[in-house]
């Protein structure tokens, strides 16, 4: 069962448009939701994580939006590079638990 | 800050022979490491969930006989694949929590097992 559902699968976006991931979760105890970016060959890097306290949070370029009643976060990366293409995985945990991953998103930023 | 390394990057080996894998937290301690596979464009998978002096937590389907974890130190965890075979060919990737921070768990980059 599929705990953290991720939209689209894949994305192109044109150099300094931007980019929108959409993340849908079912369980209502998920605490923390954090936003990973995957180079080929590497492991995940942490980009942005946010709690259900606030409804927004921004880092440079990029922003996460949470939306608690529709159980949705989503991450915009701003002025999208072409440094920027990269899979993107949501993820969320309860209390310290083991992270449910999203299948991943392929973002390509064309020049 | 919060760094982890895995070595080796990558590894070739032949079918049936054992190899470990080693993950370290270079400037955090952790209490709680966790170890993954990742197949081509696909999500990762988690494994297992170790926490130091004690055993593994083995996630659904995964043999504890084949991928024997030990977490001996705040800083190290290694997994050992026994006995491979070209199915257990895949990105192995750790992670690591620190002890004191809630929810962030930081990975590594990863080690890439090939099994002839």
């Known amino acids: 069962q599929q705990q953290v559902k ?9 150099k300094g448009g931007i980019s929108i991931i959409n993340c849908a979760y079912e369980n209502t105890a998920f605490d923390y939701f954090p936003w990973y970016q995957q180079f080929p060959g590497k492991g995940p890097a942490l980009l942005i994580a946010i709690r259900p306290d606030v409804s ?56 | ?25 270079l400037d955090f301690q952790a209490t709680t490491m966790f170890w993954y596979r ?20 083995y996630e659904q389907g995964v043999e504890k006989d084949k991928f024997l974890i030990n977490h001996a130190s705040l800083t190290l965890s ?9 199915e257990d060919s895949s990105f192995y990737i750790c992670s690591a929590r ?11 980059p990863g080690t890439r097992l090939t099994v002839l």
């Open chain 2, 38 to 57: 990742q197949f081509p464009k696909q999500s990762l998978m988690l494994m297992a969930t170790s926490n130091e002096g004690s055993k593994a937590t």
């Open chain 1, 6 to 14: 991720q939209s689209p699968q894949s994305l192109i976006v044109q």
């Open chain 1, 56 to 111: 927004e949070k921004k880092e440079g370029r990029f922003t996460i939006s949470f939306n608690k009643s529709a159980k949705q976060f989503s991450l915009h990366i701003m002025d999208s590079q072409p440094g920027d293409s990269a899979t993107y995985f949501c993820a969320a945990s309860r209390r310290n638990n083991r992270l449910a991953f999203g299948k991943g998103n392929q973002v390509v930023v064309i020049p």
């Open chain 2, 1 to 25: 800050g919060a760094v982890v390394s895995q070595h080796p990057s990558w590894v070739i080996c032949k079918s049936g022979t054992s190899v470990k894998i080693e993950c370290r937290s």
């Open chain 2, 98 to 108: 620190p002890s004191l921070v809630g929810g962030e768990q930081f990975f590594g």
């Open chain 2, 78 to 86: 290694t997994l050992t694949v026994t006995s491979a075979h070209p």
